[in-house]
Structure formats: C-alpha cells, structure tokens
C-alpha cells in the first residue's frame, strides 16, 4: 500500500479551495491560506471516485483521512480488481492512513467518503477511533444505482437466527479459552 | 496473504473429527470419515485464537472460511501486529478465502468464527456473499473481555446524526457525479 506524496496532496487540495487575495497588511499569501474545508475534501475524493470508474479501477466511491489539514490516507473502491470483499473505498483510505502513522487508530483524523458508509466501512470507522466523519451521497442514492447498503443496515438490527444468512451459535463454554488466554497474557496490547 | 498448505488444513480438520471405525462392508476408512461437523471448525479456529494470543499475535479471535469441507482461508486478529483496525479474524479469513479462490465473492462458503462477528466483520460476511455463519462466544462474551462490539451495533441503529462519531452530510448533488460515470461505464464489473 502506497500513498501519494503528502506534498502533492496538500497541493491539490489548497489548489482547489483557493487562496485569499493578499492586501497591503496582510500576512504572505501563503499563511492566509484557508485550510481546505469538508466540501474541498469532498470534491476531490468525488473526483477520484469518477475516475476509479473510468479507468476501470472498481466501483464509483472513494474516501479519503485528513488529519491537521494534511490527507494521510485515500482509497477507492477495488473489489473487483484485488480480488477482495473488503476493499471499500473507507476500508482502504483507514488502512493506508494506519500504515502511513504506523499506528492502527485514527484518533484526531476524520474521515470524508463519497456516500455515506455502509455498516462495513461504518465498523472500521469506529474500531480505527475516528473522530468525524463527512459524505456526500446517502445510502438511497446508493441504493438507486445498485449498490444495496441499506438492506445490510436492516440486517443488522435482526436476531442472528432471523438473518438473510443464517447464523448458528455454539461450543460458547469452549469459546471462553481465547479469553482466559488473553486475560493472562500479560504482554497483550490493547485496542 | 498466504494460506497455509490444504493438505494441512484437511489433516488438522479430520483428524480432530475422527473417523467411524470401518466394519467388513464399508467402503474404504478414507471414503467413510465423516465430514467434519460445525464443532470441528469451531473447535480449530478456538485453538488459533489461543495459539494468537499466547504468541503475541494478537486478540482472542479466530475465524475460518470453508467450501465442500475444505478450509480455503483461516484468519487471526493481526490489529496490533499489522497496525491495521480491519484485520479482525473474520475480514482477514475473507481476504484469504478470496486471494485464494480469486473470486471477490465466496457464494457457498460458510464462516467459522471463535465470537459473534462485530458488525465490520458482519459486513464483510454479506459483501463476501457468504451462506452461513457459525460462531461460539457471543457478542456480550466479547464486551465481558474488553471488546466492546455491542456499543457499535447500537450506533448502528442511530440515524448519522445522533452517533458517537458525528456524521455530516453535505453535496449530495455532486455526488451523483459518480454513479452517473458508472452507469455510462460499459464495461463495469458489478460486484
């Protein structure tokens, strides 16, 4: 996994926010830069999006992780091309922001996504601490052009046993042992 | 990704099952040993999520994908090893399974899990297409061992506006931009 240079991306995104004009007393134009805002950010993760498609890379989403006004992280959807069910836009844009801090929480980042995430992407958001998160399209519009998020929500607020696919829980008094396990593993590293 | 050898994986998995003794008209012991049952799985993945801990690999969890009685992807928690919030044992079994078979779907497959799946790991079971899940501990085991998956199910249940990680939506006009580009994309590979 590798991400753009940080220099190119902050570049692109102040280019696209724009800068104030100076005045006489200002301070040098660069310092008077607005940081980008959420729409900025949104703007060039749509921009990827469009273009994940039409080069083929996978499906019409992207996402990107911006800490301190800086992206450390962008993803786009490559399902199709990796070979890989979890490879929504927000699963990659959270796992290069991780391997670029070397760190697998994301606490103090946000997350901004082309749609609003699904129950996936929405799991990873809060198992890598996020702070916030911004999109644009909702899971209607997905919806609307096939990508059916919202049944998997549904899915979700069911009893296990009333699932689309069928969930069977059992062998709970052994489950326990990777818990005794851990509990004693006095190295264990907590997330 | 690398799986181990099959051959091992079908040994480990029959070997725990056992095999009906053979009696004078029975078909070879080869062709009579019984499948192995749901247990049988659970029971492995149960011993890899101690064996994950106890080894310093990771959290208590452990999951295998299974087609026609044949284990095509195992996974552990590797959060804190890989500095990845994503690889709970199920999504990483799912990328095996799926980098092995090279197929971003596993229609057919079922998924053994040591715990309830949380509801990032859940996702990834219904975008896998997966047929069925097994599992032993349950979420509620899991939040007694620090893992609090509960929590994120409720959150899911809350509009986006009410969730512990705020979420805004804002351009939603630009973002049908998109999904427009996919629709008018001949060649797409839905997913």
Known sequence: ????PNDGTKQSASRMNGAFPSTPHAPSPESVSAPPSPDTYLREAIEMAVQNVTT?????????????DEIIGRGTNVVTTLNDPTA???????????D???????????LYAT???????LG??????????YYAATRED???????????YEELTKPPEDRRIP?????????????EAWRDYEERVEY
Do not use: K, S
């Open 1 to 4: 996994m590798q991400n753009p």
């Open 56 to 68: 083929g890379q996978g499906g019409p989403f992207a996402a990107l992780v911006v800490e301190d």
């Open 88 to 98: 929504h836009a927000e699963v990659t844009a959270i796992r290069r922001a991780c």
């Open 100 to 110: 670029a801090q070397n760190d697998f929480e994301l606490t103090g980042c946000t």
């Open 115 to 121: 749609c609003e995430p699904c129950p996936m992407c």
């Open 124 to 133: 990873a958001a809060y198992w890598a601490r996020l702070d916030r998160v």
């Open 142 to 152: 997905a919806a609307a052009a096939g990508f059916d998020d919202d049944h998997i």
């Open 167 to 179: 969930m069977t829980q059992q062998l709970g008094e052994e489950a326990q042992r990777p818990f």
